[in-house]
């Protein structure tokens, strides 16, 4: 009977250690879109979008796992299940909301168009008959292929496009604000030849959000903690600045 009693209470300590186990979430990044996400000098993944899933795990209860994952088999790799969420500078639009589910919004972007100091535009339509370049598959993209008379280029990194316009084979780069400011703004290199030419005003406001497939509540759950205590504003001063 003592050792049925033994043996009974073990099964229950095994049960309650499981349960209370903090969950891992293995979360997918490409890490080519600074500085949202990217590798530093160490090899290591760095950015806002790093630092603010951590920030999610501390105030909820989880454990993070970040995973570099080119972004042209991105989406599949989460159907497919070879991790959990993407956090990887995603917009949240109408087309992937059929194919995925999506946190609350964490971040409000806008398009930014980035050329040379020597081009003076203020809108799109001067730019009919140039070359735009950006990442396939992206927000930014789509809005050059949106855009009349204009020749959109593809890029599998925001890096190879900056790098066309900065030796003069694009005429212009399409993507993400804090991305546009990391590259014509903070990287010395890039900043002596580009700049932002203006922010592409939208009818509607663009939010980047958590693409998820089983753990939607956990993770809403560590977006309202960062929020509340306001660590979201802090990363953001930290990364992108005021």
Request: with cysteine; charged share 25%.
């Amino acid at each position: 009977m003592l050792k049925k009693i033994v043996l009974t209470l073990a099964a229950l300590l095994v049960t309650a250690n499981v349960a209370f186990a903090e969950k891992t979430i293995v979360v997918a990044q490409d890490a080519t879109w600074p500085p949202m996400e990217f590798v530093d000098a160490s090899k290591n993944i760095v950015g806002f979008s790093v630092d603010y899933t951590d920030a999610m795990a501390k105030e909820a209860g989880f454990k993070i796992v970040h995973k570099n994952v080119a972004w042209d088999g991105i989406f599949a790799g989460l159907e497919s299940g070879s991790y959990d969420a993407i956090v990887s500078s995603v917009s949240i639009t109408e087309e992937r909301k059929k194919a995925m589910d999506f946190t609350e919004p964490y971040y409000e972007v806008r398009q930014a168009l980035v050329v040379p100091k020597t081009t003076n535009v203020t809108t799109l339509d001067e730019m009919k008959g140039k070359t735009l370049g950006g990442q396939i598959s992206t927000t930014g993209y789509f809005t050059i292929k949106r855009a009349a008379g204009v020749t959109a280029k593809s890029y599998d990194e925001i890096g190879l496009a900056m790098e066309d316009l900065f030796n003069g084979r694009i005429d212009g780069v399409v993507c993400d604000d804090p991305v546009a400011a990391s590259y014509a703004l903070q990287q010395e290199q890039y900043a002596a030849k580009m700049k932002i030419a203006f922010v592409i005003e939208t009818q509607e406001k663009e939010f980047y959000g958590i693409a998820v497939k089983e753990v939607l509540d956990l993770l809403n759950k560590g977006i309202a903690a960062v929020k509340a205590k306001g660590i979201d504003k802090q990363l953001r001063e930290k990364w992108i600045g005021r």
